[in-house]
């Protein structure tokens, strides 16, 4: 049993890899089943307009956008990479692209000269061996 304080009402409960309490779980369900609704409805909606006619936070459908749960057809977020506006994710198209490429190209070896703009990730291994220089 792993108890944990609700990151929304600070309560205390069986989190089981939740941040929030089965009771703000079903609030924010019904938040963001309120705010998809709308916005299927009203397919050019804003965030300003959307918090305005349901109700609930920008803070919160821009979570709900961050999290790619909820799309929007004009992009109102900036990328947390590069600031070009997204209508979805945290990323934009070419942030994510660059970022797969990143993750799929092998790191140079310890002791390879790295030519590229890149570090690559540290090991507990390579760094024993740096310091040991």
Do not use: W
């Not at 049993?1 to 069986?14: E, Q, V, Y």
């Not at 397919?43 to 307009?49: D, F, P, R, S, V």
């Not at 209508?87 to 993750?103: I, S, V």
């Not at 092998?106 to 002791?111: D, I, L, R, T, V």
């Amino acid at each position: 049993m792993s108890l944990r304080n609700c990151t929304r009402c600070g309560g205390l409960f069986d989190s089981m890899g939740q941040r929030v309490c089965p009771s703000c779980q079903r609030k924010e369900q019904s938040e963001f089943d309120e705010v998809r609704s709308y916005v299927y409805q009203n397919k050019e909606a804003t965030i300003a307009q959307a918090s305005a006619a349901t109700g609930v936070s920008k803070e919160r459908i821009n979570q709900f956008v961050r999290e790619g749960r909820l799309v929007l057809s004009k992009p109102e977020l900036e990328c947390i990479s590069c600031g070009a506006l997204i209508g979805t994710g945290r990323l934009c198209e070419a942030c994510m692209k660059r970022m797969k490429q990143d993750l799929t190209t092998p790191a140079s070896e310890p002791g390879e000269k790295d030519n590229s703009s890149r570090s690559g990730f540290h090991t507990k291994d390579n760094f024993t061996r740096r310091r040991d220089r």
